[in-house]
């Protein structure tokens, strides 16, 4: 809240009541507090901008005349003029408020008709009012002795008017300065906020298209292992095969080669190697593989040899020959 000679000076130049002006200044900061992050250039404090320029515009573009009523009832020089001078005082104001320079009247040379200056006054100012030249010439004559109104060169000066009109002038011009500023500021406020959101919407753009790579099989990460184009350079090594050469003779009590071993690990990737699951590396390839062959059987005959010939007596086995066929 401004100080209250602030207050009452605001009070006095707007023609309001001091609660008038509070009620001012809590809109004034409950707008500032709401309105002071969002940027909004057309929002709520925007508009109160606009309306506090408006008041704080020229005084002679307003559409009633600030009358101080304690002032008018009090002045001492007024009181001691006619009730018919301070009819014609009230008019001289209202001119005077729609004047091109505020609170005075400007004598123009076609009116010049005599020496004497309150007659040349009176004699036009009698064409905007309803009273006849001597009424006025008699008024303006007693307002001019009691010091009321006074003439400097050719124009008629109600001070108190004129002093007004500068002091309106100067905060309307800082209030505009002002406002320009806070809106330049909002301004930039939301274009930084705009450009955040772009590069977040960029940002998050970019991660969605990462991730539908990731699922078409583009940048593979190391659990999508193996890809389809990996599985046929599978092999195993000597140390794996010898592995699972013992593992036959130890639970199962059969005898494997190294050609048997390769024929069921090219078996297992046709069944398990499918892309609906996927392993870290090549050794959880193999835990994998050494767990599916202790489901297998190699059936040979009483000599040491497979039944039938040289043709496995196992599903498996007789798909690993087919593959072996096929790649010979």
Same mark, same amino acid.
């Not at 400097?152 to 309106?168: H, P």
């Not at 772009?198 to 298209?209: G, K, L, S």
């Not at 996927?278 to 593989?289: E, K, L, M, P, R």
């Given at each position: 809240m401004g100080s209250l000679k602030t207050n009452v000076a605001t009070a006095n130049i707007y023609g309001l009541s001091l609660a008038q002006v509070d009620g001012l200044n809590a809109a004034r900061r409950q707008l500032m507090g709401d309105c002071q992050l969002t940027g909004d250039v057309n929002g709520p404090l925007a508009v109160y901008s606009k309306k506090l320029a408006n008041r704080l515009m020229a005084l002679r573009d307003q559409p009633y005349l600030p009358l101080y009523i304690q002032d008018f009832m009090t002045d001492e020089k007024l009181a001691e003029c006619s009730a018919e001078s301070t009819g014609v005082y009230i008019r001289l104001m209202c001119i005077m408020h729609k004047s091109e320079q505020y609170g005075t009247i400007l004598l123009k040379q076609k009116h010049k008709q005599s020496k004497d200056v309150v007659s040349n006054f009176a004699a036009m100012i009698a064409k905007q009012m309803p009273y006849d030249f001597h009424t006025v010439k008699k008024s303006l004559a007693e307002l001019i002795g009691e010091n009321v109104l006074s003439v400097?060169? #050719?124009?008629?000066?109600?001070?108190?008017?004129?002093?007004? $009109?500068?002091?309106?002038e100067k905060r309307s011009k800082a209030g505009k300065t002002g406002g320009e500023k806070t809106q330049e500021k909002?301004? $930039?406020? +939301?274009?930084?906020? &705009?450009? +955040?959101? #772009?590069?977040? $919407? !960029?940002?998050?753009?970019?991660?969605?298209?990462?991730?539908?790579? =990731?699922?078409?099989?583009?940048?593979?990460?190391? #659990?999508?292992?193996?890809?389809? @184009?990996?599985?046929?350079?599978?092999?195993? &090594? @000597? !140390?794996? %095969?010898?592995? %699972?050469?013992?593992?036959?003779?130890?639970?199962?009590?059969?005898?494997? #080669?190294? @050609?048997?071993? *390769?024929?069921?690990?090219?078996?297992?990737?046709?069944?398990?190697?499918?892309?609906?699951?996927?392993?870290?590396?090549? *050794?959880? %390839?193999?835990?994998?593989?050494?767990?599916?062959?202790?489901?297998?059987?190699? &059936?040979? $005959?009483?000599?040491?040899?497979?039944? *039938?010939?040289? =043709?496995? &007596? !196992?599903? +498996?086995?007789?798909?690993?020959?087919? %593959? =072996? +066929?096929?790649?010979?």
């Open positions: 400097e060169g #050719d124009m008629l000066i109600q001070k108190r008017m004129v002093k007004d $009109n500068a002091v309106s909002n301004k $930039n406020f +939301a274009k930084a906020k &705009t450009e +955040a959101n #772009d590069q977040a $919407n !960029t940002e998050y753009e970019n991660d969605i298209e990462n991730d539908l790579k =990731r699922k078409e099989g583009e940048g593979r990460k190391p #659990d999508c292992y193996p890809g389809p @184009d990996q599985i046929p350079e599978l092999l195993l &090594t @000597d !140390t794996q %095969i010898g592995s %699972i050469c013992q593992l036959f003779k130890i639970t199962k009590q059969q005898k494997v #080669d190294n @050609d048997e071993v *390769n024929a069921l690990f090219e078996v297992f990737k046709i069944q398990n190697l499918t892309g609906k699951k996927f392993y870290a590396d090549q *050794n959880d %390839i193999f835990s994998h593989f050494l767990n599916w062959c202790k489901t297998q059987n190699v &059936t040979k $005959n009483e000599k040491g040899n497979p039944k *039938n010939g040289s =043709r496995p &007596t !196992t599903g +498996a086995e007789q798909l690993a020959e087919k %593959i =072996r +066929a096929t790649v010979q």
